[in-house]
């Protein structure tokens, strides 16, 4: 039954957003992310043990269409940060802001950076790179982040306070796709090479991407966490060695506590790797 939770609160919020909304998507979209999640999860108990991730990656790779090709082409959404900003500005809350209030802002108070690890669109191509992750990215370099923030903020603000863009003639419906396109294209030229540069899939996470620094505020205080068992840890070091993130699992684990670093995506594969069940 565990497998399928994803799935109910999935029906759970289309009844909600579909009553309150009235718009027919979201009876395509919730189920079709919570499916493929429990999809996913069932995989992960079924796969042999060194492939059991695999049933993550095709999960998240199932649901990147709702992003990248369902909203944009049905609804004409830009689902990226900059969209967002000229949303609010105009004060026009669609589908693209119910979407960030959900996956990034009010979900992560329950999943943390679950979307991280098991929905982002661009994720779903990093995570299928022919990448070897060799050590981990220093946290100075991670501090980058902000610079990306500041300018997807910044750029929309900009456009419409000194240089006049008038959001609800010239971009609503009318430009939102050409700024999904080039945002998404933006986050994959950086990603790519960056993972091979930083040899690990997940760098542009790490280094580049200005959602996780938001996300990174209400996963401080989320309900969803990795936590220990009641077997003891070992102290072999698999989990950190594994961990796509960075994440000092066993630093956590070891002392009987739950993982409360911000950068864990909930992938699970400290669990998955730890010899003695104790995550």
């Excluded at 990226?80 to 802001?97: D, H, M, P, R």
């Excluded at 961990?243 to 699970?268: A, F, H, N, W």
Aim: glycine letters at 8%; aromatic letters at 12%; charged letters at 20%.
């Amino acid at each position: 039954m565990a497998t399928f939770i994803p799935f109910f609160i999935a029906l759970l919020v289309t009844s909600i957003l579909y009553k309150t909304v009235g718009w027919w998507g979201f009876l395509v979209i919730f189920p079709w992310i919570g499916a493929s999640i429990s999809l996913g999860r069932h995989l992960q108990g079924k796969l042999p043990k060194g492939q059991k991730d695999m049933g993550r990656r095709i999960s998240i790779l199932l649901i990147s269409p709702v992003f990248l090709l369902f909203l944009p082409i049905f609804n004409k959404e830009n689902l990226q940060l900059e969209g967002i900003v000229f949303l609010l500005l105009v004060g026009y809350f669609s589908k693209g802001v119910i979407h960030y209030a959900i996956a990034k802002v009010f979900g992560p108070l329950i999943w943390g950076r679950g979307f991280c690890g098991w929905a982002c669109w661009t994720a779903a191509v990093l995570d299928w790179l022919p990448v070897k992750k060799e050590g981990r990215i220093p946290d100075s370099i991670k501090n980058f982040r902000i610079v990306p923030l500041v300018i997807s903020i910044m750029l929309p603000l900009m456009l419409v306070f000194v240089f006049s863009y008038d959001v609800r003639r010239d971009y609503l419906y009318k430009q939102e796709m050409l700024w999904m396109i080039a945002g998404n294209a933006v986050y994959y030229v950086l990603g790519i090479p960056l993972a091979f540069w930083l040899k690990d899939r997940r760098a542009f996470c790490k280094v580049a991407c200005p959602v996780s620094l938001i996300m990174k505020i209400p996963a401080s205080v989320s309900l969803a966490r990795v936590k220990p068992t009641k077997n003891k840890c070992v102290q072999c070091g698999q989990c950190n060695k594994n961990c796509p993130m960075d994440v000092d699992v066993m630093g956590y684990i070891s002392q009987g506590e739950k993982v409360r670093d911000t950068e864990c995506i909930l992938c699970l594969e400290c669990s998955r790797v730890c010899p003695v069940k104790a995550i």
